[in-house]
Nanobody, 125 residues
């Protein structure tokens, strides 16, 4: 059974930074696009960042451009999300996701093949 396990969430002050990691197991990691969604209380799950299977293309939501960087370590079967200059509006549960189609990250969440259980990021003002 495929498992995506997120880590790195926590509480940080506005302007601070966090690094999220997602470790994949029992997944042909090198053939999947990987990315992150987030869901704030009372809001829909939204795509934040994505990276193509070979790292050749990356996507960022407008709200995080210039502050978040996504990367993948194929040998380590891990995808990271480096977040700087965090804002209170970044507070959400962050979910790791895997999709066979990179373009699926531009659409609704139901295009994903696999999900992690999420990690909570709280940014205090």
């Amino acid at each position: 059974q495929v498992q995506l396990l997120e880590s790195g969430g926590g509480l940080v002050q506005a302007g601070g930074s966090l690094k999220l990691s997602c470790s994949a197991s029992r997944l042909t990691f090198s053939t999947y696009a990987m990315g992150w969604f987030r869901q704030a209380p009372g809001k829909e799950r939204e795509s934040v960042a994505a990276i193509q299977w070979n790292g050749g293309r990356v996507y960022y939501a407008d709200s995080v451009k210039g502050r978040f960087i996504i990367s993948r370590d194929t040998a380590g079967r891990t995808v990271h999300l480096n977040m700087i200059s965090l804002k209170p509006e970044d507070t959400a549960v962050y979910y790791c996701a895997a999709a066979t189609d990179y373009n699926a990250f531009f659409g609704p969440p139901d295009g994903m093949n696999y999900w992690g259980k999420g990690t909570l990021v709280t940014v205090s003002s």
